[in-house]
């Protein structure tokens, strides 16, 4: 599993308890186009998490 990402986009957004069945879906849904999206909480700031989106 020593497939290289790309980072085309991070931003970071307000926490919420849903969040994460969107990334759910979007991983889904766009795999087949070389795309990974990830959720993390933000070090820096509890309230927020950091979305990232990664090419394959």
């Known amino acids: ?7 085309l986009s ?3 957004i307000q926490k919420a308890p ?3 069945k969107m ?4 991983n889904r ?6 795309l ?11 309230e927020k998490m950091v979305f990232t989106i990664y090419k394959t």
């Open 10 to 12: 991070t931003v970071k």
């Open 29 to 34: 849904t766009l795999k087949d186009r070389d």
């Open 1 to 7: 599993m020593g497939s290289k990402k790309e980072v």
């Open 18 to 20: 849903d969040v994460y």
């Open 36 to 46: 990974l999206f990830g959720l993390a909480l933000d070090e820096e700031n509890e």
């Open 23 to 26: 990334v759910d879906s979007l």
